[in-house]
């Protein structure tokens, strides 16, 4: 019986990676359960042991995807004092590398536009996970001595969205890399941080 248990959360977290990684690459409007699940090796059929309905897989891969990008997060900070770990967090996101992993990066630039479309349990999510990454700002805001913490997280998640969302937008190469060193640029000198850009 443990084996089946076992195998089935294996399953589902399959799923889950496949249907995050294709709705930040096309949206969750543009995923078919059908692909998703074929992505994986499984049949249509075999979705409902899984989830509800498609809208379940989307609010599910949403916490999926908040669940690595809280994982990137301690990959860049864990070890170090605020300030390098702000740094560096930032470095990574606001970097061609991260403006290039659509289908891997975060969420909130990837379906910022796509969410007010959504149903109420995936908007909820959503916003669940941009008051997580305000609140890891936050903290680490909070222990360079800059107050109001909290007020300025909201403002750095917004450029840090906004800007990525700029620099995969638009067309030219070059006004894209202008675009993220200009927010990383700007945003270290906000936050009183050293950079290397």
């Known amino acids: 019986m443990r084996y089946d248990a076992d195998r089935k959360a294996e399953t589902r977290s399959r799923v889950l990676a496949e ?14 359960v059908a692909e998703v699940m074929s992505a994986v090796g499984l049949t249509h059929g075999g979705f409902y042991a899984h989830f509800a309905s498609k809208d379940a897989l989307v609010a599910a891969a949403l916490d999926r995807m908040f669940d690595d990008m809280r994982e990137r997060f301690a990959r860049s900070t ?10 560096r967090y930032i470095e990574f996101y606001l970097s061609p590398r991260h403006r290039d992993a659509r ?3 975060c969420p909130l630039p990837a379906l910022s536009a796509d969410l007010p479309r959504l149903g109420p349990e995936a908007r909820a999510r959503y916003g669940a996970g941009v008051a997580a990454l305000t609140e890891r700002l936050a903290g680490h805001i909070a222990r360079l001595g800059r107050t109001p913490a909290g007020p300025l997280a909201a403002s750095v998640v917004a450029e840090l969205v906004g800007a990525l969302a700029l620099a995969r937008a638009v067309a030219d190469p070059a006004q894209s890399d202008a675009i993220l060193a200009a927010s990383r640029t ?3 000198l906000r936050l009183g941080l050293e950079t290397s850009t």
């Open 19 to 32: 249907a995050a990684r294709a709705i930040r690459e096309v949206g969750p409007d543009g995923i078919s």
């Open 78 to 87: 864990d070890g170090h004092g605020a300030a390098e770990g702000l740094a």
């Open 103 to 105: 289908g891997t990066g």
């Open 186 to 188: 700007t945003l270290m």
